[in-house]
């Protein structure tokens, strides 16, 4: 655990750094009683004092996926997107790749359980490729990005490329939407610097 934030004296949330550090796992406390519960799904003081990141988001995203479609793995090259991505309906494997030649976690992949229950959120920069697959029989995925859609810097790479070796939680062939069964291998895809 990188570290805790807190406001006031009660933790309001954890940052997590994972085996690639700038992809970070933020678990909020909830608060509940008898009447349901409360969290503060993102706070942009707490965000930038445990990442040193200031994203400015300018889109959200809510998708909802069936048992088994992967969507992935999605970046732009163009205008490289931030997201900050979370399940709110469902369960996903969610999965983060380095494509920053200059990183030497180039090639590298994380990948965590999101879902509603659980209420995690994944922090992936600039420069990564994402993709996930749907455990439940539905899940409904919500994203905010660091930069508007834009599809003509849209790129995919193949979902189970073998020199990133991605292990998905797979039960049956996944569904595959046309342009990311088309996904390219790393070796011959647009990267980052």
């Given amino acids: ?17 994972t085996d690639i550090p700038d992809v970070i796992f933020i678990e909020p406390r909830v608060f509940g009683d008898d ?17 040193g990141r200031n994203p400015h988001f300018v889109q959200d995203n809510v998708s909802r996926s069936r048992k ?15 997201k900050l991505v979370r399940v709110i309906a469902g369960e996903v494997f969610d999965v983060a790749v380095d ?3 200059s990183s030497p976690h180039f ?3 994380v990948g965590v359980i999101l879902s509603a229950e659980n209420r995690r959120a994944v922090w992936i920069p600039e420069g990564f490729a994402h993709g996930f697959l749907v455990l439940s ?6 994203y905010k990005t660091t930069d508007f859609y834009a599809p003509e810097h849209e790129r995919c790479i193949i ?7 991605i292990k998905w939680p797979l039960a ?21 610097d």
């Fill in 172 to 192: 049956e062939e996944p569904i595959l939407a046309a342009k990311d069964r088309a996904g390219n291998p790393l070796g011959q895809s647009e990267v980052f």
């Fill in 68 to 82: 088994s479609v992967l969507r992935g793995l999605h970046y732009q090259i163009g205008q490289p997107q931030g």
């Fill in 99 to 101: 494509l920053r030649k």
């Fill in 35 to 51: 009447r349901g519960f409360f969290f503060e799904s993102f706070n942009q003081r707490i965000f930038h004092e445990n990442t």
């Fill in 107 to 109: 090639r590298k992949w």
């Fill in 137 to 142: 029989d539905s899940a409904d995925f919500l």
């Fill in 1 to 17: 655990m990188r570290c805790a934030a807190a406001h006031g004296f009660q933790i309001i949330m954890k940052f997590i750094q």
């Fill in 159 to 165: 979902w189970n490329d073998p020199d990133i070796g």
